[in-house]
């Protein structure tokens, strides 16, 4: 269904921040042989970077959507908001589902130069994350090197396109269309021109980690609970409507009321909050 104009853009940015938050999606192609397209599609998980709003994947080589792009450039990408850790298990067991999104495009193979350009570009993304996180503040720092480095480490993962393990062909997705899917499953069409002008929130780029790091710790839930309580005026799930992070980064215990939280907190937990909007004000958007 569409949204009405005013929440239109909210999506859209919504769908920007979740395709920056994640570094790995499931691509979709149709299936071909010697006769041309058919209508079954072959699906497999990638790993993309985004540049200047648009994705480029690596599909490894022995991947059959190298075969099927020849034929037929149709494709989508599904891509999801990064749970991981304990979060995950929670939204499964209350049967909500992440945020995601889904585009339909085309599938461009990149020459070679361009190819290897995009190459330098994986470069580029790890050092801007080791870059940003070396210059955030302590507090910061501490959420983000508490959280699980194989799960939600963004440089970890696309390290292994530069190892040289193994061979990768690089593509450009066109996106022509896109679907925004909430959590109970509602699809919600976003124009492309709306999708093309929306910004990426800087804290994107860093929401895995923010999501598990700030989950491992009562104290930095709580912190952003009264962050919101006492700064924003609003409740927990508006909060993170405020940090253009998911409304479940959050778990907020049950029958804590506002009075209650900020009688035994004390004023150390709310650097971590500002700390987080602060740095976010000083990272360069994907």
Known sequence: MKGSKATVLTLAEKCKNILAS?????????????????????TSKVKYILKKGRPYIWIPEKDVHNVNTIIDERGSLAVACPFPGPLANLLRSIKKLPERIALLGDVCPLKDGMAQLAMGSIKEVIQSEQRAMNESTYTVSSVLNSSNLITTSRSESLKELLDGGGKYRVYRFNIRSCMFVDGYGRTHEVESEDFERSKVDPLASFSAKLIDGINRSEARRRALILFCLI????????????????????????????????????????????????????????
């Open 22 to 42: 994640n570094w790995q999606a499931r691509l979709n192609t149709i299936k071909a042989d010697a006769k041309g397209s058919k209508e079954d599609l072959h």
């Open 231 to 286: 700064y924003l005026n609003a409740n927990a799930r508006g909060t993170l409507s405020a940090l253009s992070l998911p409304s479940t980064i959050l778990l907020r215990p049950r029958g804590e009321t506002g009075e209650k939280i900020r009688g035994r907190m004390h004023l150390w937990y709310l650097l971590i909050a500002r700390d987080l909007m602060c740095w976010g004000r000083f990272l360069v958007p994907s």
